[in-house]
């Protein structure tokens, strides 16, 4: 039953490639259209770098298939498996397909601009501070939490260390031979996947544990793995495109091809049934499905932050106008496939588990869907445990022992994650430039300064250390968390915002546009007002003055938004 939905999940998403996203493409965007791309106008050397549709198409599907459409998808499955895998379905194909790819355009078409900054041209100049003031503080979360994931998987997994830091000068001097020496890509790439997947296996004979080696306490193990991650983002978002990202990226985008058709095969061989219900309603301590499943399942199905990929480091490298479909609407269905992955390792694959460790759970005899999400607090703190356990036993389905397997998958996890670190460290540092040029202070535009306003706050949130309502010690981070769902709805929606009025002054029809609009706002608005309430009742007054200065920020932006469309020729 499990392997049959997965089937009808992958031919709709083929469907919708073929037939929505040409549609979309050539009726609203005008992919089809001759457009001088920022590429070739800005070309730098270093940002702006005309780059092969297979390598871009790489570095973005990595960027946007970090740890969030895998751990979204896992605590999702608490509802059971077929609101999950509804909206991953419907949500990738209309949704966040459609809005990835029209950021990518948008910005092409405007120079390599973000979209926040796009939002100052249909919006007013007001709204591109407020735009990139909202991106800074969300981006901020993303770097933090995305090390605070990376950082425990080490620590956890220190089999995985060894293959996720070889990969690094790997793929530097595959770049420079794709660069400098001017070698066809899928050689070197395929070389250093095949030395990756090698050091995986060294890896678990020989595992870097750093509190064993240095006989420090987990807690400090992990922080100093954390100053190690925000050192080396620094430097990844400074060094040219070619020499880091993109072939790291396009040996990412390899090693997720593999994973994914490893992962489908062994749910074919094993063709298991659903663990889970189909639907689940209440529980003691869980929220309501209407609307936190949309906030919970985020990345899996539409998110803001891709749009900041698409027009942050994408647009600059697209060669052609005709390939963002190729590149925006493909790699987010690429997206929806490892979210579909997620979901059905959650949902089918953990019965397949027997003796495992969970998070919040500790150790369990033999595993199954009602042990893992016993508790919505568990399904919350168990995090992406579902995936590399249950998405492990697929695996060993084909042969693989156990340990291995779940080497494969942590390692899978972390490499992903890594590449959005990068990536969200050279956005934001792209939008702390665009809000100095905003604001005319010209130290903001160098990169150095720039940079450091990009990682610093994301380093005292990773962190940082402050108390929950019930008195203990929390990772300020994860503290924030929660409010990332809601507010990665709220970001995507207004970018659709931007986007719509921008391709209705271009007569354009935007109904493609507008209807996903409307279903992010109304589902991010209330999730927003559901949390509040929350931390109200918790009396947790930070969180509640972030989330209300979240919904009035939207609110304020939504409101100009209403008063653009009055203006002539919108």
């Given amino acids: 039953m499990a392997a049959l939905a997965a089937l009808v999940v992958l031919a709709l998403f083929a469907l919708g490639y073929r037939f929505y996203a040409r549609y979309v493409g050539r009726r609203v965007f005008g992919d089809d259209e001759r457009v001088a791309m920022p590429s070739e106008t800005r070309a730098d050397g270093r940002d702006f770098v005309a780059t092969d549709r297979h390598i871009l198409f790489g570095h973005h599907f990595t960027s946007i298939a970090g740890a969030a459409p895998i751990v979204g998808p896992c605590v999702a499955a608490y509802w059971g498996w077929l609101p999950a895998l509804v909206w991953v379905c419907l949500g990738t194909i209309f949704l966040g397909a459609v809005h990835d790819f029209g950021a990518l355009v948008t910005s092409a078409r405007e120079g390599g601009r973000s979209i926040g900054d796009v939002a100052a041209q249909v919006l007013g100049p007001r709204a591109r501070i407020l735009f990139l003031c909202f991106v800074l503080v969300l981006v901020w979360l993303v770097l933090a939490v995305f090390a605070m994931v990376i950082a425990g998987l080490f620590v956890s997994e220190p089999a995985s260390v060894l293959p996720v ?3 690094i000068p790997m793929a530097m001097v595959a770049g420079w031979l794709i660069h400098r020496r001017k070698i066809r890509p899928l050689l070197p790439s ?32 992990k922080r100093a793995w954390i100053a190690f991650l925000f050192v080396y983002a620094a430097f990844a978002s400074l060094l040219p495109v070619w020499l880091l990202l993109q072939p790291r990226d396009f040996v990412n985008s390899h090693q997720l091809f593999v994973g994914l058709a490893a992962l489908f095969l062994g749910l074919f061989v094993a063709w298991p049934a659903f663990d889970a219900p189909a639907v689940r309603l209440g529980g003691d301590d869980a ?7 949309f906030v919970t399942v985020a990345c899996g199905a539409i998110s803001g932050f891709h749009g900041l990929v698409s027009s942050g480091t994408t647009s600059k490298q697209l060669g052609h106008l005709r390939d963002a479909r190729f590149v925006g609407y493909g790699a987010m269905l690429g997206e929806g496939t490892l979210a579909l992955a997620s979901t059905l390792a959650a949902v089918s694959g953990i019965a397949l588990v027997g003796a495992c460790t969970l998070p919040a759970q500790g150790a369990v005899a033999d595993l199954s869907w009602a042990t893992y999400y016993d508790r919505w607090a568990h399904a919350g703190a168990n995090q992406a445990s579902a995936f590399v356990l249950g998405g492990g036993a697929f695996l060993e389905q084909l042969g693989l022992p156990t340990t291995l397997a779940r080497t494969v998958m942590a390692v899978l996890v972390i490499s992903f994650a890594a590449t959005t670190l990068d990536t969200a460290a050279r956005i934001q540092r792209f939008i702390v430039t665009e809000l100095g040029e905003a604001v005319g202070a010209k130290a903001l535009t160098r990169p150095l300064v720039a940079t450091a306003i990009a990682l610093l706050p994301a380093v005292a949130l990773a962190l940082g250390q402050t108390t929950d309502p019930s008195g203990q010690s929390r990772e300020l981070g994860w503290v924030l968390w929660p409010l990332f769902g809601a507010s990665n709805q709220l970001l995507a929606a207004l970018s659709l915002v931007v986007m719509a009025l921008y391709f209705a002054v271009r007569r354009r029809p935007v109904l493609p546009l507008v209807i996903p609009m409307v279903v992010v706002t109304i589902a991010s608005v209330l999730a927003l007002l559901e949390k509040l309430r929350q931390f109200l009742r918790e009396e947790s007054w930070g969180l509640a003055t972030f989330a209300a200065a979240l919904l009035a920020l939207t609110l304020w932006m939504l409101a100009l938004a209403a008063r653009a469309t009055r203006r002539p020729g919108t």
Avoid: M, N, R
């Fill in 165 to 167: 830091q070889a990969e």
């Fill in 287 to 293: 929220p309501s499905i209407v609307p936190l499943l």
């Fill in 190 to 221: 395929l070389v250093v996947l095949v030395a990756l997947y090698t050091l995986v296996w060294v890896g678990t004979l020989a595992p870097f544990d750093l509190p064993a080696l240095t006989g420090c306490e987990p807690a400090a193990a």
